[in-house]
T-cell receptor, first 113, second 116 residues
Framework: GNSVTQMEGPVTLSEEAFLTINCTYTATGYPSLFWYVQYPGEGLQLLLKATKADDKGSNKGFEATYRKETTSFHLEKGSVQVSDSAVYFCALHLIQGAQKLVFGQGTRLTINP | EPEVTQTPSHQVTQMGQEVILRCVPISNHLYFYWYRQILGQKVEFLVSFYNNEISEKSEIFDDQFSVERPDGSNFTLKIRSTKLEDSAMYFC??????????????FGEGSWLTVV
């Protein structure tokens, strides 16, 4: 089946620390991969995406590289800010077949000043 | 930037009552979706809708649920007789025509449903 597994949270870091949130996937086809972010009290916002192997998605200082050989799409940021505190969701989308996203369980990130 | 809009943002309803959640997808999008997120749990797919019919639904989407596109802009989710376990954040989403890689699905801000 298709599934996404994310690093267990919550994650708490100090401002300017380096962030990695791990994400691995299982898919029957060749998925596109996404990171969505949910800030407190808000909905899901697309953070970045990658559609094929070795693609790097980036936005707002966050990056993630599509690694087909390790079936991973880890989210990284070099220097986090308090405003990055949110829940981060890794998701896959299969191009063929069902037009739907399969989400990971979400990782809650808290950044302390 | 175009966005998906949802109403209401929060609704409290009594068990057994009917609820309609409304959504206005992005105007040139043709695929529409409902997802839900029970507090503290994963975001789960409920249903996708294309060309005025359901294209796929999950096992969560039982006979209590229905979707409709009553006019050219709105997309609704109806829960006929709400149960306590229907309490969740319901997200509407939309995307362009299926066909290319990285077809992004855009989400609304959600409608928080509380069943008491």
């Amino acid at each position: 089946g298709n599934s996404v597994t994310q690093m267990e949270g919550p994650v708490t870091l100090s401002e300017e620390a380096f962030l990695t949130i791990n994400c691995t996937y299982t898919a029957t086809g060749y998925p596109s991969l996404f990171w969505y972010v949910q800030y407190p009290g808000e909905g899901l916002q697309l953070l970045l995406k990658a559609t094929k192997a070795d693609d790097k998605g980036s936005n707002k200082g966050f990056e993630a590289t599509y690694r087909k050989e390790t079936t991973s799409f880890h989210l990284e940021k070099g220097s986090v800010q308090v405003s990055d505190s949110a829940v981060y969701f890794c998701a896959l989308h299969l191009i063929q077949g069902a037009q739907k996203l399969v989400f990971g369980q979400g990782t809650r990130l808290t950044i302390n000043p | 930037e175009p966005e998906v809009t949802q109403t209401p943002s929060h609704q409290v309803t009594q068990m057994g009552q009917e609820v309609i959640l409304r959504c206005v997808p992005i105007s040139n999008h043709l695929y529409f979706y409902w997802y839900r997120q029970i507090l503290g749990q994963k975001v789960e797919f409920l249903v996708s809708f294309y060309n005025n019919e359901i294209s796929e639904k999950s096992e969560i989407f039982d006979d209590q649920f229905s979707v409709e596109r009553p006019d050219g802009s709105n997309f609704t989710l109806k829960i006929r007789s709400t149960k306590l376990e229907d309490s969740a954040m319901y997200f509407c989403a939309s995307s362009e025509v299926l066909g290319g890689p990285g077809n992004t699905i855009y989400f609304g801000e959600g409608s928080w449903l509380t069943v008491v």
